[in-house]
């Protein structure tokens, strides 16, 4: 992955992609200035298609569409084997968080207020990590930026 500087503040690297509109951006700072101004959904949609078997196993995949957004299968079955994912969702208060975010019909707004908790961003923090790991391979100056 290549160093992208933050489409918002322009001063350092872009860690994150606002959901919506795909601009990126390297801060919850940057991504509230953002939202505060305004952007737009996307028309653009990626589509990935699994065949899995009764045991829940991938047995073919295809991706219709690849972004430089898409998650290849691959990659989603690298976030299935993580062991700290699974520990960070065995927190009640977490998996209620992604089933607010799940249900619900303003994502914009959720967003905003799940981001502000720490077990949410840390739990995003680690799925980006998996999805779109630094090239020096560290991460753990992820939380100077919340």
């Known amino acids: 992955m290549s160093d992208v500087q933050c489409e918002v503040c322009q001063d350092v690297v872009s860690k994150y992609k606002c959901p919506k509109c795909r601009l990126k951006y390297c801060s919850v700072g940057c991504y509230k200035d953002h939202q505060d101004k305004g952007c737009s959904n996307l028309p653009q949609e990626t589509t990935v298609e699994m065949e899995v078997d009764v045991h829940g196993n991938i047995m073919s995949r ?24 699974c520990c960070l969702l065995k927190n009640r208060h ?12 303003n994502t914009e707004l959720i967003m905003q207020r799940v981001m502000k908790e720490p077990i949410f961003t840390e739990f995003a923090d680690e799925i980006l990590q998996i999805v779109e790991p630094s090239e020096d391979g560290g991460g753990s100056d992820m939380d100077e930026d919340v």
Request: charged share 35%; hydrophobic share 40%; glycine share 0%.
């Open 94 to 105: 977490l998996r209620e968080l992604l089933l607010e975010v799940d249900k619900s019909q």
């Open 62 to 85: 295809s991706v219709l569409f690849p972004t430089d957004d898409t998650v290849m299968p691959s990659v989603l079955e690298k976030l299935r084997d993580s062991e700290h994912l």
